[in-house]
């Protein structure tokens, strides 16, 4: 039986031509209204850390996000705006530095607006016929059983799949492409994150020797690049998750004063062309309206939505902190009062009328000797150069004060322990930054999600299914005399694609 179904596979995968892209991206539908989210799934090789991904019409850009990458899978949420003009919309994606790939026609309604892409919509008297009721595919099998629907790997080997369960009507004509004809690329070279690049802008740009990035509230996020001669800089960074600020510091201009860091764009805005003409009609508006209400009800959070591990983990990885928390201790009004009867390790001098702060190096202990060395000072983990700011800080807005008594490098300068002001708000609240310290709203890789609805009702992006094994979906939630469609993508180990989509009456 195992012989015939590699053969039939082998067959199979055959029939499809083998697709010259670098990914294959899946959703969980093919059709949304404005104000829902796509399900993203993506399946590349090793080696990459994100994949940029955009929602593109002849009219531009509507919407974009990233997805952080592990071992060749990763998964994400693209957000349709609420202004997002009814019509047919295409994804690509693209590996940071590479080139984009045609992904699948995503169809978008906006029921709040009437406005259009251009050119783009065709009204037309009859709707797309009904779809059929079939299954199609290889390497997997599905039972229909009467709460749930059984997925069983046949291929032989491990896989890695992502699993949609959705509502079929009248408002999805695409037909939706599958990962048949995908050929895994060979790995590339590891990356640990996203590369951000920027430049150095203004009058004292020349006297800068590098950048610092950090993101408030992070212990992870912190990192810093060099500045080449054209004044142009790259970090290799960690992925950072979500929207978040993004302090960018340019170092060796705090005298000059008259630099600051400006952010190129990470996102390519490839146009397309090429778009089939989205069909409307009349017969849609009762498909149209139980979108509409699906969307509200999700927005109203009564939808599961679960979020999927991302990268974690302690500001040195390997240190921990001695950590003090001032509501232990009697609040003092002044930095400095903190420091001298709270905290031992640290201590604030002058040197040449700046104020300046040291902490303990603890091999030092021994000898009974105290040695004190150069700090760096944090809020929130970003890193302040004028210590000044530190000194005028308001201490009643600190939550905890961590020291971290280890020698630590940022880029050229190494500091023989870092202390870290964490606030009651996390987002360096009442610090006063130089002009020269600029703060960028950051678009970081979306968060993957494992989310259930009225119309998705289900979405499982990462999903590792053993040779042999299966997995159960739900289909208690399913509406009486609707018809669904299943959909299951995914690779092997060895990179052979998997694909089954079955259509069925409820």
Same mark, same amino acid.
């Given at each position: 039986?195992?012989?015939?179904?590699?053969?039939?596979?082998?067959?199979?995968? /055959?029939?499809?031509?083998?697709?010259?892209?670098d990914m294959y991206l899946a959703t969980d539908k093919a059709c949304y209204v404005a104000g829902e989210s796509i399900g993203c799934s993506v399946f590349c090789a090793s080696g990459?850390?994100?994949?940029?991904?955009?929602?593109?019409?002849?009219?531009?850009?509507?919407?974009?996000? +990233?997805?952080?990458? *592990?071992?060749?899978?990763?998964?994400?949420?693209?957000?349709?705006?609420?202004?997002?003009?009814?019509?047919?919309?295409? =994804?690509?994606?693209?590996?940071?530095?590479?080139?984009?790939?045609?992904?699948?026609?995503? %169809?978008?309604?906006?029921?709040?607006?009437?406005?259009?892409?251009?050119?783009?919509?065709?009204?037309?008297?009859?709707?797309?016929?009904?779809?059929?009721?079939?299954?199609?595919?290889?390497?997997?099998?599905?039972? $229909?059983?009467?709460?749930?629907? $059984?997925?069983?790997?046949?291929?032989?080997?491990?896989?890695?799949?992502?699993?949609?369960?959705?509502?079929?009507?009248?408002?999805?004509?695409?037909?939706?492409? *599958?990962?048949?004809?995908? +050929?895994l690329p060979a790995a590339s070279e590891p990356s640990d994150g996203e590369r951000i690049r920027g430049r150095i802008e203004g009058a004292g740009a020349a006297f800068a020797t590098?950048? =610092?990035?950090?993101?408030?509230?992070?212990?992870?996020?912190?990192?810093?690049?060099?500045?080449?001669?054209?004044? !142009?800089?790259?970090?290799?960074?960690?992925?950072?998750?979500?929207?978040?600020?993004?302090?960018? =510091?340019?170092?060796?201009?705090? +005298? !000059?004063?008259? /630099?600051? $860091?400006?952010?190129?764009?990470?996102?390519?805005?490839?146009?397309?062309?090429?778009?089939?003409?989205?069909?409307?009609?009349? !017969?849609?508006?009762?498909?149209?309206?139980?979108?509409?209400?699906?969307?509200?009800?999700?927005?109203?959070?009564?939808?599961?939505?679960?979020?999927?591990?991302?990268?974690?983990?302690?500001?040195?990885?390997?240190?921990?902190?001695?950590?003090?928390?001032?509501?232990?201790?009697?609040?003092?009004?002044?930095?400095?009062?903190?420091? $001298?009867?709270?905290?031992?390790?640290?201590?604030?001098?002058?040197?040449?009328?700046?104020?300046?702060?040291?902490?303990?190096?603890?091999?030092?202990?021994?000898?009974?000797?105290?040695?004190?060395?150069?700090?760096?000072?944090?809020?929130?983990?970003?890193?302040?150069?004028?210590?000044?700011?530190?000194? *005028?800080?308001?201490?009643?807005?600190?939550?905890?004060?961590?020291?971290?008594?280890?020698?630590?490098?940022?880029?050229?300068?190494?500091?023989?322990?870092?202390?870290?002001?964490?606030?009651?708000?996390?987002?360096?609240?009442?610090?006063?930054?130089?002009?020269?310290?600029?703060?960028?709203?950051?678009?970081?890789?979306?968060?993957?999600?494992?989310?259930?609805?009225?119309?998705?009702?289900?979405? %499982?992006?990462?999903?590792?299914?053993?040779?042999?094994?299966?997995? !159960?979906?739900?289909?208690?939630? /399913?509406?009486?005399?609707?018809?669904?469609?299943?959909?299951?993508?995914?690779?092997?180990?060895?990179?052979?694609?998997?694909?089954?989509?079955?259509?069925?009456?409820?």
């Amino acid at each position: 039986m195992m012989k015939k179904i590699l053969t039939a596979l082998i067959v199979l995968a /055959a029939a499809f031509p083998a697709m010259a892209q670098d990914m294959y991206l899946a959703t969980d539908k093919a059709c949304y209204v404005a104000g829902e989210s796509i399900g993203c799934s993506v399946f590349c090789a090793s080696g990459p850390s994100v994949a940029m991904v955009e929602l593109v019409s002849s009219d531009g850009p509507a919407a974009r996000t +990233k997805l952080a990458l *592990s071992g060749g899978r990763g998964a994400g949420m693209l957000h349709i705006p609420f202004g997002t003009p009814t019509g047919n919309y295409r =994804i690509l994606s693209y590996l940071q530095d590479g080139s984009p790939v045609s992904g699948p026609v995503i %169809s978008v309604y906006n029921t709040l607006t009437i406005d259009r892409v251009k050119g783009g919509v065709e009204v037309v008297s009859e709707a797309a016929s009904a779809p059929q009721l079939m299954e199609t595919g290889y390497g997997l099998s599905v039972d $229909v059983k009467a709460d749930s629907l $059984v997925i069983r790997n046949l291929s032989g080997a491990a896989a890695s799949v992502c699993v949609s369960l959705y509502r079929e009507d009248s408002l999805q004509p695409v037909s939706r492409p *599958s990962i048949a004809g995908f +050929k895994l690329p060979a790995a590339s070279e590891p990356s640990d994150g996203e590369r951000i690049r920027g430049r150095i802008e203004g009058a004292g740009a020349a006297f800068a020797t590098g950048v =610092i990035l950090a993101v408030p509230g992070s212990k992870t996020d912190c990192y810093h690049a060099e500045v080449q001669e054209d004044g !142009s800089f790259c970090a290799d960074t960690e992925n950072i998750f979500g929207d978040v600020d993004l302090v960018c =510091i340019p170092v060796g201009v705090e +005298k !000059s004063r008259d /630099a600051y $860091v400006v952010l190129d764009q990470p996102f390519l805005g490839a146009p397309v062309s090429g778009l089939p003409k989205l069909e409307i009609c009349r !017969s849609m508006e009762p498909d149209l309206l139980r979108r509409t209400a699906a969307m509200r009800e999700r927005l109203s959070a009564d939808t599961l939505a679960v979020s999927l591990p991302v990268r974690g983990g302690h500001f040195f990885l390997e240190h921990e902190s001695i950590s003090y928390e001032l509501d232990d201790y009697t609040r003092f009004p002044t930095m400095e009062e903190v420091f $001298v009867e709270i905290i031992p390790q640290v201590k604030l001098r002058r040197r040449g009328g700046e104020p300046h702060i040291y902490v303990l190096i603890p091999p030092s202990v021994s000898d009974g000797i105290p040695r004190w060395g150069d700090a760096v000072v944090m809020v929130d983990g970003v890193p302040v150069p004028d210590q000044r700011l530190i000194e *005028s800080y308001d201490p009643a807005i600190v939550k905890t004060i961590e020291v971290y008594p280890c020698r630590y490098r940022l880029g050229s300068a190494v500091f023989d322990g870092v202390v870290n002001l964490v606030t009651f708000d996390g987002r360096m609240p009442g610090l006063l930054l130089p002009d020269y310290i600029r703060i960028y709203g950051f678009h970081g890789c979306s968060i993957p999600r494992v989310f259930e609805g009225s119309e998705t009702l289900l979405w %499982s992006p990462l999903v590792d299914i053993p040779a042999g094994a299966s997995v !159960s979906v739900p289909v208690d939630r /399913a509406a009486a005399g609707a018809v669904y469609t299943l959909s299951v993508e995914g690779l092997t180990a060895a990179g052979v694609p998997l694909y089954l989509r079955k259509t069925f009456l409820r």
